[in-house]
């Protein structure tokens, strides 16, 4: 059964229920101004009602207006300034002034339980603020790789996913706003990630097992993107409007966000439009050994469209929001034939990519997304908050070349998370839920090379913090069932020689698993501003689905793919596999220190992984012909001049397509992490941060595809209208490589940023410009599937104005 609208319709109700049953909470308008040390206002400083996800950011003038209980503790903060946390009391004005220097604390709602950065036990990254606007990039990949402990896996500018810590697909998790993003991206690297980071207020990065919430597909990690689509907290009317130019891709992008409210309802609309060429690179060598200084078929065509609304009181809030996105983009490196197709099924409608029909293959996507979510605050005695969270989400995306539609790949999922947060109970303080994700895939057409697979997860999960003096532990479990069931699976191939044709016996199957996670974490204060974090967790992961059943040759990474579900014999026979799936156990040690306040301050993580079943594919050292050619040794020859010829035309397309196999064996990985930041002045900042982490298996070799170590450092200068940045990155060789891998050597790249600030009339304007790649050098990532074919794009110059009124 597939995932229905109508299943939110309960959850308003019962909401809509307790609101309605709820004893009036006593809340109050807080009107406050956010100064620094020498009284002046403090732009974009953010008020947090702490245990809340309520929050609100200062305006030019420094203030700020928040609905908060009127016992709450506000938090304070803003880059660049220690903060402070106020306990309220009937006192509504407030005046808090911030000293320079020291690190912003920031809520990570991935957290669960409202914690900030600077006091988990597992380590996290936060990009928000100008930091998220200067980094911006058209992917979340590109825009997160410069954070330590995150790489990307670049299937060129139009589709990048992060990496972290040398791990990614279906082990790192990517939510938008708490929930999964319902996409293809982790099946495929050529398949971009559906959210945007333009519109966002903060991107948070968990790296490490982050299962307890979201599931075993978080075994490495975590990416949320956060943003206002469905509002938690009544503000006053603001519109940010946002252009640039770039000149690598002659892109054009324009964005725009709008936040209101008024008496108990708040309310949300975003969107942006995006549209490029293809992306300049310095000269390099193509696949075909010619000269170019362009990344072929790399151009892009994005929109989106997000808007949401809440109904907010004193006993919690209710809200519904919308999300629409349009996405065409190149395929670079997508090299390979499609017969003519009579059938053009959506495609026959008009688009705008004209001056790209010269290429070979594009994507076109549109996703919906429906989401709803509530809070009630204080429902009975014991519970503090009673919160969901749902997403409906339809998903289509066309692989089209030569104006016919060669593979279509649809997702309809629907997710839900239930949580209740009690009081303090023994000194121990927490949150226990549900967590329900439904998924209908299809894949149809000449790459699906996995099967038709309806997926069914539950789970339950606890999470308990508990402070004894300077210490704060942090304890969690979660067990999950997942369920699959695929349809056409075709095991074994048999020819009947009296009919001369081939049998195909497709079936369908079914595979369960139930995965349990376990971690706990120390935190201690040893002293102000330091504090050092030691994260023991026991992560298992089910098999994916296309782990366990892709079965066709997967263009994208120029390999033919083989699930675990299947044997592979060295004649070329494919047949169903006799050996019992395991589970992918990862046992974690994070060892973190940290010093956070004052002029200088750092992180420092150390990281050891031990994944007891790891999965990955390995060269089989067969190729598509040794299949094509055990194929015609069962075949009687008495076919058509014509149709020999189709055959031959396909075996030279893909008969060079190594045969990759999903196997488990036990792997290690583990590295480092640290990040320091150096105020030299109140206007002064000196960066710097380096990452490194070594994958291999066990009984020898390397892991493919694992990035280099990364070295990176940056100078910022902050006057009153107008700052300044130069950062600097260096990516080392990497000849650490599995079997039939190439190495990749070192380049640096250098980036350049000036932002000016000033008013007109009512507006509040920010003018940048930027310069990537400063010194146009040749860069190959490492971790990238098509690393040969697509380069970093070159030198490029972005121009763009941010107004806010």
Same mark, same amino acid.
């Given at each position: ?38 009284? =002046? ?71 669960? &339980? ?19 606007? /200067? ?29 972290? /810590?040398? &791990? ?97 309802? *708040? ?41 949401? &609304? ?50 070979? !293959? ?15 605050? =204080? ?61 209908? @895939? ?5 790459? *699906? ?51 001369? *044709? ?38 298992? /992961? ?23 579900? @299947? ?104 590295? *480092? ?37 990364? !070295? ?94």
């Amino acid at each position: 059964m597939r995932p229905s609208l109508f299943q939110l319709t309960p959850v308003a109700m019962l909401v809509a229920s307790a609101f309605s049953a709820q004893a009036v909470a006593q809340n109050i308008t807080v009107n406050g101004l956010v100064l620094d040390s020498d009284g =002046k206002a403090i732009e974009q400083a953010r008020v947090h009602v702490h245990g809340r996800q309520q929050y609100v950011y200062a305006d030019k003038n420094g203030r700020f207006t928040i609905q908060a209980p009127v016992d709450a503790e506000l938090h304070i903060s803003a880059k660049g300034y220690g903060d402070q946390f106020v306990t309220l009391s009937n006192n509504n004005e407030l005046k808090v002034q911030l000293q320079s220097g020291g690190v912003e604390r920031i809520v990570v709602s991935a957290s669960g &339980l409202h914690q900030y950065d600077l006091e988990m036990a597992n380590p996290v990254s936060v990009l928000s603020g100008e930091e998220l606007s /200067r980094k911006t990039a058209p992917t979340i990949g590109e825009t997160l790789k410069s954070m330590p402990g995150v790489h990307s896996n670049y299937y060129g500018p139009v589709a990048s996913s992060p990496i972290l /810590r040398g &791990l990614d697909g279906p082990r790192v998790r990517i939510l938008s706003n708490g929930l999964d993003s319902a996409d293809v991206s982790r099946i495929g690297p050529d398949h971009a990630i559906s959210a945007d980071a333009i519109t966002t207020e903060q991107i948070e990065v968990l790296r490490g097992p982050s299962t307890l919430l979201y599931g075993s597909g978080a075994v490495g990690g975590v990416v949320n993107v956060v943003d206002n689509r469905l509002p938690r907290q009544l503000r006053h009317a603001s519109t940010q409007i946002e252009t640039r130019y770039s000149s690598g891709a002659d892109e054009k992008t324009a964005a725009m966000t709008h936040d209101g409210g008024q008496e108990q309802v *708040a309310w949300h609309l975003d969107g942006f439009k995006r549209k490029t060429d293809n992306y300049d690179v310095p000269d390099f060598i193509n696949d075909e050994g010619e000269s170019s200084d362009q990344l072929a078929n790399s151009w892009m065509n994005n929109s989106a469209v997000n808007g949401g &609304l809440s109904w907010i009181t004193d006993k919690g809030l209710i809200g519904f929001s919308i999300g629409h996105i349009d996405s065409e983009y190149g395929i670079p490196g997508h090299h390979h034939h499609h017969e003519e197709h009579d059938d053009h099924d959506e495609h026959d409608d008009d688009h705008d990519h004209d001056e790209h029909t010269e290429e070979a !293959v594009f994507a076109k996507v549109k996703q919906d997304r429906y989401g709803l979510a509530g809070e009630l605050y =204080k429902p009975f005695n014991g519970i503090e908050t009673l919160s969901f969270s749902g997403a409906l989400t339809r998903y289509q995306h066309h692989e089209i070349e030569e104006d016919a539609i060669g593979t279509t790949f649809k997702n309809d999922s629907f997710e839900s998370r239930f949580t209740a947060e009690h009081e303090t109970i023994a000194g121990w303080h927490g949150v226990f839920g549900y967590h329900l994700q439904q998924s209908d @895939y299809q894949a149809i057409g000449e790459e *699906a090379f996995t099967p038709d697979t309806k997926t069914d997860s539950h789970a339950l999960f606890v999470l308990e913090e508990r402070s004894f003096g300077d210490f704060t532990a942090q304890i969690g479990g979660r067990i999950e069932h997942v369920d699959y069931k695929a349809t056409g699976i075709e095991f074994e191939h048999h020819h009947d020689e009296e009919e001369e *044709a081939d049998e195909h016996h497709a079936e369908d199957v079914k595979h369960a698993f139930t995965a349990s996670s376990l971690s706990a974490g120390l935190v201690w204060n040893f002293q102000p501003g330091h504090n050092a974090a030691l994260s023991i967790s026991r992560s298992e /992961r089910a098999p994916s689905a296309a782990e366990l059943y892709s079965n066709g040759a997967h263009i994208a990474t120029r390999t033919y793919e083989l699930g675990l579900a @299947y044997s592979l014999d060295q004649d070329g026979e494919i047949s169903e596999s006799d050996i019992k799936f395991k589970k992918e156990v990862a046992n974690n040690i994070d060892l973190t220190l940290r010093k956070y306040e004052g002029d200088f301050t750092f992180t420092y993580n150390l990281f050891y992984n031990k994944v007891n079943n790891y999965l990955y594919m390995k060269d089989s050292g067969l190729t598509m012909a040794d299949l094509h050619s055990h194929a015609d040794e069962d075949h009687d020859h008495d076919h058509d001049d014509h149709d020999d010829h189709d055959e031959e035309h396909d075996h030279a397309e893909d008969g060079e397509f190594s045969i990759f196999h999903y196997q488990q064996q036990d792997a290690t990985l583990y590295g *480092a992490e640290f990040a320091m930041a150096y105020q030299l002045s109140a206007e002064q900042q000196l960066e710097f941060f380096i990452d490194s982490v070594r994958a291999k298996l066990d009984n020898g070799g390397d892991l493919p595809r694992i990035p280099p170590v990364k !070295v990176g450092t940056g100078y910022s200068y902050s006057a009153e209208d107008w700052s300044a940045n130069i950062d600097w990155t260096h990516y080392m060789k990497q000849n650490r490589v599995a079997a039939s891998e190439s190495a990749t050597g070192s380049y640096q790249i250098l980036d350049l940023g000036f932002s000016y600030y000033f008013n007109l009339n009512d507006l509040d304007l920010t003018a940048f410009a930027k310069v990537n790649n400063l010194t146009d050098e040749l860069g190959f990532v490492h971790s990238s599937f098509i690393k040969e074919d697509a380069p970093l794009p070159g030198r490029s110059f972005t121009l763009g104005v941010k107004a806010r009124f």
